[in-house]
């Protein structure tokens, strides 16, 4: 496999002064308004940017394989002054996007409390339509209709705002779950790290049950058979919305632009405990906060650990797919 230089940004020494921009003869370099990025498609190592760049905020590393995913990563607020030296946008061709992917790609806090707004609003107008007292008063089989529509909106209008955030870097939403692997790049890592996040996870929701039914404190179990109904075609809307949609949305929002922007700005301990008592909050269960804040640091963790959505969206699809059909064979 042949080796190539990668172009690296440090954003905590790039002060915006658009010198390595200037001195790319490639077009490589793209500036945003929070974020500079290096698309590995255009770029051909020349370390020109390296060169120029006086803050020494440009570091050029080898790596193997296939080219480099594009490396975009938040920068800090520029003075004025110096921020007039950058275009707000280095043009690209389309084709140049369409061949650059996601890469390390690290989310601002900007990005990540644009996510949370809108992640928050959906949320209030989802549980207010399922509140409204004609929605109550529909028969059973269609409030079950309407439930799944409500929470198929709800998942729609955050994939709707991920699009526009990811679209303004370039990158579809596909870009979203890839990544560079991080640290840990060892695929027997990853199955061996999910596994454990799994059975870790499911080991404790069932002992704080226990130990809360030890305080006399019985959780809802129906709330699943509620909002989908027993019948086999609520099997499948639940298979569908909490096993398939739920966990990809969830996964690119939560641990995909909330963590990585809190990352930004709170270091990674504390961007994982908050994004994951967010994630558990808005699971509207007392009851579940503990055991879905739990779920929500694991694979907080993961994502962290891995720089990519695909492992804790499996783990979290295998949590949900277990939940769902425990809930249809106890009720069977
Ligand atoms: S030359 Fe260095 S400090 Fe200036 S914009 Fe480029 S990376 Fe940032
Ligand atoms: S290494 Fe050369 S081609 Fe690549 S971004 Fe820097 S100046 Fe542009």
Known sequence: MASRARVRID???????????SVCSRNAIRVGRTFIAIDPVACDACGACVDACSQGALTADVATGSAPRRASVPVRAAPRARAAAVPAATPRSRSQKAASAAGDTQWTLLEALTMLSVTLAAFVAKEAALALAP??????????????????????????????????????????VAGDGG?????????????AALVGTRVFAIAYGL?????????????????FGAEPAGLVLAAVLVVFVGPLVE?????????????????????????????????RSAWLFVP???LGAALGWLAHATRRLSLPVAVHASYNAITVLAAFALHG
């Open 11 to 21: 954003p905590r020494r790039c002060d915006r002064c658009g010198r390595c921009l």
């Open 135 to 176: 929605v109550r008063a529909l028969p059973v089989a269609a409030i079950v209709l309407v439930r799944a529509a409500v929470l198929a909106g709800y998942y729609g209008v955050q994939v709707v705002a991920l699009r526009w955030i990811v679209s303004r870097r370039g990158m579809g939403l596909r870009d979203l």
């Open 251 to 283: 996964e690119a929002v939560f641990r995909g632009v909330l963590l990585q922007g809190l990352e930004s700005r709170l270091g990674t301990p504390l961007a994982i405990a908050v994004q994951a008592l967010v994630f558990a909050a808005l699971h």
């Open 292 to 294: 879905m804040a739990v």
């Open 211 to 227: 130990l809360m039914r030890g305080f006399g404190i019985v959780p809802d179990s129906s709330a699943l058979l509620e909002t």
């Open 183 to 195: 640290w840990a790049r060892s695929r027997a890592w990853a199955v061996g790290a999910g596994a």
